[in-house]
């Protein structure tokens, strides 16, 4: 097990992303049915700072890393499967993207609960562990809302078979199995190192994290929030790469499993294929192909 490469992926738009070591790999079904594969080499800001690998730090760094690279694929796969619709990004407007959907996930997923709680001040016990495990709780109940609310749509729920799709490949890989679709088909849409366990982890550190601060004023407690939050990610990341190495650790990602029989579908034979295509474009290197 130790011999197989460790492989992450993403879901895009009609395809999976599949990044190993300093290797990317894109492929997306087109209009046509035939498969595009992108593929490139990557320099990590580990790379260029050895001191970034570091524990903690390096949990932080690959969150924004995969928040960047996620952004790119998306747009790839989309000029990829709509070109005659779609243009890629140029470099401010992705870093834009990636920026507005940061602040919206903090203001949504962090602040929102601080300012409701601010709404039943007087009527909740002055008591700062219950404050901030309530304060957990609504963050948690939001969390699981948008995750319902978006898997209702019919667009996400394509690309939560090719999320499903990228678990069962690399879950064949991982199996020391052919990559066939047949194959990869007999494994689980649900996978450990899954981003969505990923957020849950985040959710939950922080509610143990921000029980250590107390019940400050209001705006004390946006700023905490804010400061500690790649605190929250370092942590976080650590556990994850824990529960993908010993058994010990995996339930600490159980609810996280749970949570993803929201945010995958079973993939047809095609979209098997398509995850296929992307591991061994990630495996054989960089370059540009088309099948």
């Given amino acids: 097990m130790s011999d197989v490469p ?10 999976v992303m599949m990044r190993h070591g300093d290797r990317l790999a894109i492929a ?13 080499k990557l320099v990590s800001a580990g790379q260029r700072f050895p001191v970034l690998k570091l524990p903690l730090l ?4 690959a969150f924004l890393e995969a928040l960047v690279l ?19 990004l140029s470099g401010w407007q992705l870093t834009l993207t990636v920026c507005v959907a940061l602040v919206f996930g903090i203001a949504l997923f962090f602040f929102l609960p601080t300012f409701l709680l601010r709404l039943l ?17 609504v963050r ?16 996400i729920q394509r690309v939560f078979a090719y999320h499903g799709a990228e678990h069962k490949v690399i879950a064949c890989l991982e199996a020391g199995r052919e990559l066939t679709p047949e194959n990869a088909a007999e494994y689980t849409t649900l996978h450990p190192r899954c981003g969505t366990s990923f957020l849950l982890l985040v959710m939950t550190v922080s509610i143990l994290l921000f029980a250590f601060f107390g019940w400050p004023t209001l705006w004390l407690r946006l700023l905490l929030r804010l400061l500690l939050l790649p605190l929250v990610a370092g942590i976080s990341y650590e556990l994850i790469r824990l529960a993908g190495r010993y058994r010990f650790f995996c339930s600490l990602t159980a609810p996280g499993l749970w949570l993803q029989r929201l945010t995958t579908r079973e993939p047809d034979r095609g979209q098997l294929e ?13 370059g540009e192909s088309e099948v």
Avoid: C, W
């Fill in 28 to 40: 997306v079904r087109t209009p046509e049915q035939g498969i595009v594969v992108h593929a490139e």
């Fill in 274 to 286: 398509v995850a296929i295509k992307a591991v061994q474009a990630v495996l054989a290197g960089a």
């Fill in 140 to 155: 948690l109940a939001i969390f699981l809302l948008y995750l319902v609310l978006i898997s209702r749509m019919q667009d």
């Fill in 6 to 15: 460790r492989i992450g992926g993403q879901a895009v738009i009609e395809g």
């Fill in 58 to 61: 390096r949990g932080v760094v």
């Fill in 121 to 137: 001040h007087g009527v909740l016990p002055a008591r700062p562990l219950l404050l901030n495990l309530l304060e957990g709780v």
């Fill in 70 to 88: 996620g952004a790119r694929a998306l747009t790839i796969s989309a000029n990829l499967a709509m070109p005659e619709e779609e243009e890629e």
